[in-house]
């Protein structure tokens, strides 16, 4: 055969199987496991901020909406705003009864805070008020709330036409009663009222956990007070929220339904399982600021790598690598040193969560995006910080690198 | 056997500089297949330059380089880089294996760009190993061997691809004279079994071993000649 009559040239092209591909771009870090190892740790760093960040304020907010959940958001509070001239309203005293006689209204109670205080007996100063207050209600509250007895009972038809209180969780404590054994009693605008039941604290109504609860009949006889309502509250069916909402002023006051104040106290809830996120997204920077010093660590491991083996790349070269299969080998390699962070960034950060939200007694949900989020993000920063050197790699004349000393 | 495994057809190359350096000028040889020639010449005689050039990893300014018959010029990278692995095997003075691979796997790095498959090429690479007698060292390290023995592997390297032509830059420079003699029989045993060697060194005495010695100087052929096998 003649060099005239070339062969066709086609016949000849260098190829390397996907599993081959593997298989060198992991030479490097088998070669040099501890390398490998160090170099990974800055995108598990990152990653597993980010996962973690995600992660715990994901399992806050299951907890708060699990809590939520218990709670329901169909409770809703009534309470008298201000008139046309800023001075305090009053609601009407038959508003509960008004609201009640709603639709979708499944009950509804009122409260009318006293002036009157309540102290352990009658040796202890008037002025020594310990933030407790005394409120006038109705039998129907406990339900209207869902709140649950700690002991005792709750007040009823008739316990509330009697001198009986029952206490929220924080009264009972700081007035030292934590048993009724025998038959506490407290000292209310000048009367001894026996205790007859403790409350379980309220989620939603921090305030109620520091009142002492007398019946209203007892406060208008005994205590010669009028009683008007300060909160009403009320359970509608769940659907219909909105539509209570919407008549609520007016059913409660409909001479000036300006003057009334309508709430849902589990938005205050609701709010707070948002309110994070200003703070979720700072931390996510910095768990992104993470990630890009340990992309930079790779860039830079992966730059000495190419010095260091501009032999093997000279040699693999000779034996009929491309230069396509140098970079290739460089960003797969680059690519797998960070997915090894980013598996090993997932575990922490998974890890971190459960830590925390077990330590916080919350729900541990951590969202699958998170995950695939982060090892995504940890493949993206490898092969980016693998097509600088890759370059560099595939640019390296084959006859420098093979050359004795070269 | 009278193929034309190697033509270089006025070949020159040139680097760039203030004067341009020719270090290879209109160079013309053919190389048959089964043949053993050295290619001589003092340092800075254009040797390196020469075997890059047949070695397709540089490209001559000027003339042309067939390989088996294959104008590489008019190649892509892709097809250089093909045409290497299956028609070209190199031996580097320095051995250059892959350290922390076995040797069967330094070996079978040669198939590698041809897409063999891995079963195939552990095969051909136990093979080849067992062809320059280093059967018993399939699964060592090249940190387990000594100077000889890595120089085999490289050799197996270089032959397990069964190309059309093996070249062998300074295949003895850094191994001392016992071992020097066992590699120069090693090539001179393959060369009988058929490879095509080309030996690119500034031995004189190594050339002397060799049929077929082109001398060069200053990038030019100065004296192409031939020992009939009888001396050899």
């Known amino acids: ?406 | 056997m009278s193929d034309t495994v190697l033509e270089l057809k006025n070949v020159s190359r040139e680097y760039p500089g203030v004067p341009p350096v020719r270090a290879i000028d209109n160079v013309t040889l053919k190389v048959m297949s089964g043949e053993y020639t050295a290619i001589v010449g003092a340092s800075g005689s254009g040797k390196s330059t020469l075997l890059n050039l047949i070695g397709t990893l540089d490209r001559p300014t000027e003339g042309s380089v067939f390989i088996d018959g294959v104008n590489t010029s008019q190649l892509r990278d892709r097809q250089v880089a093909g045409l290497r692995s299956a028609r070209i095997g190199f031996v580097f003075q320095q051995f250059h294996l892959l350290e922390g691979m076995t040797a069967v796997d330094n070996v079978a790095t040669g198939l590698i760009y041809q897409g063999a498959s891995r079963r195939s090429r552990q095969e051909r690479s136990t093979t080849a190993l067992h062809r320059v007698g280093l059967g018993h060292r399939c699964d060592h390290t090249p940190a387990m061997m000594s100077g000889g023995e890595r120089q085999r592997v490289a050799i197996a390297r270089a032959l397990v691809g069964d190309p059309a032509i093996v070249l062998a830059d300074e295949p003895t420079g850094n191994l001392d004279s016992k071992t020097s003699d066992d590699i120069v029989a090693l090539l001179e045993r393959l060369n009988a079994e058929g490879s095509t060697i080309v030996v690119i060194t500034h031995d004189r005495e190594l050339a002397q071993r060799i049929p077929r010695r082109i001398s060069l100087s200053d990038g030019q052929i100065v004296d192409d000649a031939t020992t009939t096998k009888e001396h050899s």
């Not at chain 1, 768990?287 to 083996?309: C, D, K, P, Q, T």
């Open chain 1, 1 to 406: 055969m003649t060099a005239v009559a070339s062969p066709p040239a086609t016949r000849f092209r260098s190829r390397l199987r996907p599993s081959d591909l593997v298989r060198t771009g992991t030479s490097g870090i088998r070669n040099r496991p501890g390398r490998a190892a160090f170099t990974a740790v800055g995108i598990a760093i990152g990653i597993a901020s980010m996962v973690a960040v995600l992660g715990i304020s994901a399992s806050s907010r299951a907890d708060l909406l699990a809590e939520l959940d218990r709670l329901g958001t169909n409770l809703l509070q009534v309470q008298p705003g201000q008139d046309l001239f800023g001075e305090a309203a009053t609601l009407p005293a038959d508003a509960p009864l008004m609201i009640r006689r709603i639709g979708p209204v499944d009950g509804a109670a009122s409260v009318a805070k006293l002036q009157a205080t309540v102290r352990r007996n009658d040796q202890i100063p008037t002025s020594a008020r310990n933030g407790l207050t005394v409120h006038a209600t109705e039998p129907g509250l406990i339900d209207t709330l869902e709140a649950d007895m700690r002991t005792g009972r709750f007040l009823d038809a008739a316990s509330a036409q009697l001198p009986t209180v029952v206490l929220g969780s924080v009264a009972a404590e700081r007035l030292g009663i934590t048993n009724l054994q025998l038959g506490p009693r407290v000292w209310i605008a000048d009367r001894w009222f026996a205790v007859i039941g403790v409350l379980e604290p309220m989620a939603l109504h921090a305030d109620l956990d520091r009142t002492a609860f007398i019946g209203l009949p007892v406060a208008r006889t005994e205590l010669g007070v009028k009683g008007l309502p300060s909160t009403v509250y009320l359970r509608t069916v769940p659907s219909q929220v909105n539509n209570v909402r919407a008549v609520l002023a007016r059913t409660a006051n409909p001479a000036d339904p300006n003057e009334v104040q309508v709430a849902r106290p589990s938005d205050a809830l609701e709010a707070r399982a948002q309110v994070d996120q200003n703070l979720q997204r700072l931390l996510l920077g910095l768990g992104g600021v993470a990630l890009l010093v340990g992309g930079l660590g790779i860039a830079n491991v992966m730059i000495i790598s190419v010095l260091e083996r501009r032999t093997e790349i000279g040699v693999r070269r000779a034996l009929g690598a491309t230069k396509g299969h140098i970079a290739v080998q460089f960003v797969v390699e680059s690519t797998l040193l960070a997915l090894l962070g980013g598996l090993f960034g997932v575990a922490i950060g998974y890890a971190a969560t459960a830590g925390y939200a077990r330590r916080q007694g919350w729900i541990i949900d951590l969202p699958m995006e998170a995950l695939v989020l982060g090892v995504a993000a940890a493949l993206a920063v490898g092969a980016l910080a693998g097509l600088y050197p890759a370059a560099r790699a595939a640019r390296l004349d084959p006859a420098e690198a093979v050359r004795p000393g070269g």
